[in-house]
């Protein structure tokens, strides 16, 4: 494509000619090449300007810039306001405007945003309409898998993953998009045909992230700006700085008086099924739902579902037993050992997450209620008080093990766990390995017992050292199960 073509709508300076053909763009002075455009982006912590002689030395010769650079005369610089933001614009141009004819339902919240997407995906390929999934879990569609890195991923993945998803047959794509993402012009020139709120408390407040709450609430509500409609979570007490300025349809989900709401909720639970059931309100259409997801947070998020079809004008009661199917890698989810006990993995890894997820778990009937857990390692010690506290009074047991513990020695992280275990009047167990505590975790359980494997989630990698080493929990259940089945 021609840099001029790639530059259609952008205000920019230049005494170059712009007539020259881009093979690729990139931001990575490492990717670059002969016949890329190299984006000098400037972030919290690098200034890609200070790369740009590096990517000229790998052949390129065409950069986008914020300010001029001395590099030699045969260099092409386009100098732009805010390289992020044309990032956005460029790459959108470059890959042709993907979302124009891809359906695109964006998903913000602080919470439930991983398990809304996962379930409209669930309905919209019920019902028809292949769809593509981006965001914490990465980026898939069918069973293609696309590595991503961030959430919400840099325009130019999330503009080339439209691409991809669209030429090979999706026609609706659902995204987690964060308040990061918004506030860093990465989902810039998408076109959202629906956006979701879910709920919003207190996150990613700090240094290089946002200065308060009311920053962060404010980035949120950006999405319900440029959705051409918004499907809105009217029990949150946030729900009306979200809307403040949409001027879209607004469809209402609630556990009261809404568009789409629920009663009846119920707790379910068998052999191979932990989760809920209720009767759903759909305008004046009501049919009965049943969620493979526990907790009444699930009811939110399914409900946030139901509204994303409804907005869309789709019935979704003609595709509701996909819901019942439906799972979230690593987001409470439910992994069938045998019929005595069940076993729970879920990303909880803060004191909030952890004490909602317990407080689910413990609505169901049980015997014990065992928590298997660690922290990060060199990070904040306050998270360590929060989880230590919360399942030394709300566990039988904590087994204190590793996650992602880099330079620290584990023993250290579960001390100092245990140490707020004990505190809280519980009792724990510390194993660094988690291969070796999931497995002996399994072996101590009992009829009537629940097991949360904690904090990993759909990671498949523990950081040790430095290096990201391969490591999945479902690898030692299936040891565990096959290692009971030769008894």
Same mark, same amino acid.
């Given at each position: 494509?021609?840099?001029?073509?790639?530059?259609?709508?952008?205000?920019?300076?230049t005494?170059?000619?712009?007539?020259?053909?881009?093979?690729?763009?990139?931001?990575?002075?490492?990717?670059?090449?002969?016949?890329?455009?190299?984006?000098?982006?400037?972030?919290?912590?690098?200034?890609?300007?200070?790369y740009?002689?590096?990517?000229?030395?790998?052949?390129?010769?065409?950069?986008?810039?914020?300010?001029l650079?001395?590099?030699?005369?045969?260099?092409?610089?386009?100098?732009?306001?805010?390289?992020?933001?044309?990032?956005?614009?460029?790459?959108a141009?470059?890959f042709?405007?993907p979302?124009?004819?891809?359906?695109?339902?964006?998903?913000?919240?602080?919470?439930?945003?991983?398990?809304?997407?996962?379930?409209v995906?669930?309905?919209?390929?019920?019902?028809?309409?292949?769809?593509?999934?981006?965001?914490?879990?990465?980026?898939?569609?069918?069973?293609?898998?696309?590595?991503?890195?961030?959430?919400?991923?840099?325009?130019?993945e999330?503009?080339?993953?439209?691409?991809?998803?669209?030429d090979?047959?999706?026609?609706?794509?659902?995204?987690?998009?964060?308040?990061?993402?918004?506030?860093?012009?990465?989902?810039?020139?998408?076109?959202?045909?629906?956006?979701?709120?879910?709920?919003?408390s207190?996150?990613?407040?700090?240094?290089?992230?946002?200065?308060d709450?009311e920053?962060?609430?404010?980035?949120k509500?950006?999405?319900?700006?440029?959705?051409?409609?918004?499907?809105?979570?009217?029990?949150?007490?946030?729900?009306?700085?979200?809307?403040?300025?949409?001027?879209?349809?607004?469809?209402?989900y609630?556990?009261?008086?809404?568009?789409?709401?629920?009663?009846?909720v119920?707790?379910?639970?068998?052999?191979q099924?932990?989760?809920?059931?209720?009767?759903?309100?759909?305008?004046?259409?009501e049919?009965?739902?049943?969620?493979?997801?526990?907790?009444?947070?699930?009811v939110y998020n399914?409900?946030?579902?139901?509204?994303?079809?409804?907005?869309?004008?789709?019935?979704?009661?003609?595709?509701?037993?996909?819901?019942?199917?439906?799972?979230?890698?690593?987001?409470?989810?439910?992994?069938?050992?045998?019929?005595?006990?069940?076993?729970?993995?879920?990303?909880?890894?803060?004191?909030?997450?952890?004490?909602?997820?317990?407080?689910?778990?413990?609505?169901?009937?049980?015997?014990?209620?065992?928590?298997?857990?660690?922290?990060?390692?060199g990070?904040?010690?306050?998270?360590?008080?929060?989880?230590?506290?919360i399942?030394?009074?709300?566990?039988?047991?904590?087994?204190?093990?590793?996650?992602d513990?880099?330079?620290?020695?584990?023993?250290?992280i579960?001390?100092?766990? &245990?140490? /707020? +275990?004990?505190?809280?009047?519980? #009792?724990? !167990?510390? $194993?660094?390995? =988690?291969?070796? *505590?999931?497995?002996?975790a399994?072996?101590?359980?009992?009829?009537?017992?629940?097991?949360?494997?904690?904090?990993?989630?759909h990671?498949?990698?523990?950081?040790?050292? &430095?290096? /990201? +080493?391969?490591?999945?929990?479902? #690898?030692? !259940?299936? $040891?565990?199960k =096959?290692?009971r *089945?030769?008894?």
């Amino acid at each position: 494509m021609l840099l001029s073509d790639i530059l259609n709508g952008i205000e920019f300076e230049t005494d170059s000619d712009i007539q020259v053909n881009i093979d690729d763009i990139v931001y990575d002075s490492r990717k670059a090449t002969e016949g890329t455009l190299f984006v000098c982006l400037c972030g919290a912590r690098f200034d890609g300007h200070e790369y740009a002689l590096s990517a000229y030395e790998k052949g390129c010769r065409c950069f986008m810039v914020e300010r001029l650079l001395d590099l030699p005369s045969d260099a092409i610089q386009v100098k732009v306001a805010n390289s992020r933001a044309v990032l956005a614009v460029s790459s959108a141009n470059f890959f042709g405007h993907p979302t124009k004819e891809l359906k695109v339902i964006g998903i913000t919240g602080t919470k439930g945003k991983t398990s809304t997407a996962h379930l409209v995906k669930a309905l919209l390929d019920k019902a028809g309409i292949k769809c593509g999934i981006i965001g914490t879990v990465g980026a898939y569609y069918d069973d293609i898998e696309i590595p991503t890195v961030n959430t919400t991923p840099e325009s130019y993945e999330l503009q080339k993953i439209f691409r991809i998803m669209l030429d090979n047959g999706c026609k609706a794509c659902v995204i987690e998009v964060s308040s990061i993402g918004l506030m860093a012009h990465r989902v810039d020139c998408v076109d959202f045909e629906v956006g979701v709120f879910t709920n919003l408390s207190p996150d990613h407040i700090g240094p290089n992230e946002h200065p308060d709450f009311e920053d962060y609430m404010y980035w949120k509500s950006v999405l319900f700006e440029i959705a051409k409609c918004a499907v809105i979570n009217i029990d949150d007490p946030a729900y009306e700085a979200m809307i403040k300025n949409c001027k879209s349809p607004i469809t209402t989900y609630s556990l009261e008086k809404a568009d789409v709401t629920a009663k009846n909720v119920q707790l379910l639970k068998n052999n191979q099924f932990i989760g809920i059931s209720f009767d759903c309100v759909d305008n004046e259409n009501e049919f009965y739902t049943e969620v493979a997801l526990p907790g009444l947070f699930n009811v939110y998020n399914a409900l946030a579902a139901i509204a994303v079809l409804s907005a869309l004008n789709i019935n979704a009661s003609d595709y509701i037993d996909a819901l019942k199917e439906i799972r979230v890698r690593g987001r409470a989810e439910c992994v069938y050992v045998c019929d005595d006990f069940d076993v729970i993995i879920d990303y909880a890894h803060n004191g909030i997450s952890m004490k909602s997820m317990l407080d689910t778990l413990k609505s169901y009937p049980h015997n014990r209620i065992i928590a298997l857990y660690g922290a990060v390692g060199g990070r904040t010690q306050l998270r360590r008080k929060e989880l230590g506290l919360i399942t030394g009074k709300e566990c039988d047991l904590s087994i204190l093990t590793s996650d992602d513990p880099d330079f620290e020695d584990p023993w250290n992280i579960i001390n100092e766990i &245990g140490k /707020y +275990v004990k505190e809280a009047g519980g #009792e724990y !167990i510390g $194993i660094p390995d =988690r291969g070796e *505590a999931v497995e002996y975790a399994l072996g101590l359980l009992e009829k009537g017992d629940i097991l949360l494997l904690a904090g990993k989630g759909h990671e498949q990698y523990m950081k040790i050292n &430095g290096e /990201y +080493v391969p490591f999945s929990e479902r #690898e030692h !259940i299936e $040891i565990f199960k =096959r290692r009971r *089945a030769c008894k």
